[in-house]
């Protein structure tokens, strides 16, 4: 099946700085999505976002199809941005999502 | 617009016990996929559901089953409970000819 790899596993951050997550998947896929794990477990939805780039705020994201991976920019991060970040994808209409391990990120102040 | 709400949220159960968690999905959703989550294994995809019909199935043992009512609400079952159950179960919604999925805040199951 299909392999999604997320990196750095863990980042720490500074209030304030910028980050780069990326998410790296083994095959096409029709379906990519980025979500934030909060405290409580739920998971948010960030970005549907299978090819481009999308801006939401301090959050963008970027996937490059053709070279199978994607990349979740967070500036000036705050500290309510800590929380696992997961990418899943799907491939065909399968309706399942594939999770990557998720990037834990700390921001301190 | 209510989001994907689940219920119970926390329960602890003995093993060979069962459970029954529930899933309303967001109106007018009428797809409802569950996952598991855990720390060993991560986010794994359990089942789907579109208009009460089964239409994808993870790897996972027969005891884990499930069901989607007319109204789009859904249940899945465990029975003969193992401590390896022990898990975050999260259920998602889709909307027909959508592409985003919508997640509860999950149902915490301790299996003691």
Not at chain 1, 2 to 7: A, H, N, Y
Not at chain 2, 8 to 31: E, N
Not at chain 2, 79 to 93: F, I, K, P, R, V
Request: charged share 15%; glycine share 10%.
């Amino acid at each position: 099946g299909i392999q999604v790899e997320q990196s750095p596993p863990d980042l720490i951050l500074q209030e304030g700085a910028n980050s780069t997550l990326r998410c790296n998947f083994s095959d096409s896929v029709n379906n990519l999505q980025w979500f934030h794990q909060n405290p409580w477990g739920q998971l948010i939805n960030l970005f549907y976002i299978p090819s481009g780039t999308k801006q939401n705020g301090r959050l963008s994201a970027t996937t490059v199809a053709t070279e199978r991976y994607s990349l979740l920019y967070i500036s000036s991060s705050q500290t309510t941005d800590s929380g696992v970040y997961f990418c899943a994808v799907e491939k065909g209409g399968s309706e399942k999502l594939v999770f990557g391990k998720g990037t834990k990120l700390t921001v301190n102040p | 617009k209510a989001g994907v709400t689940q219920t119970p949220r926390y329960l602890i159960k003995t093993r060979g016990q069962q459970v029954t968690l529930s899933c309303s999905p967001i109106s007018g959703h009428r797809s409802v996929s569950w996952y598991q989550q855990t720390p060993g294994q991560g986010l794994q995809f359990l089942f789907e559901y579109f208009s009460e019909t089964q239409r994808n199935k993870g790897n996972f043992p027969g005891r884990f089953s499930g069901r989607q009512f007319s109204n789009s609400r859904s249940e899945m079952n465990v029975s003969t409970l193992e401590l390896g159950d022990s898990a975050l179960y999260l259920c998602a919604s889709k909307g027909v000819g959508g592409n985003t999925i919508y997640f509860g805040e999950g149902s915490w199951l301790t299996v003691v």
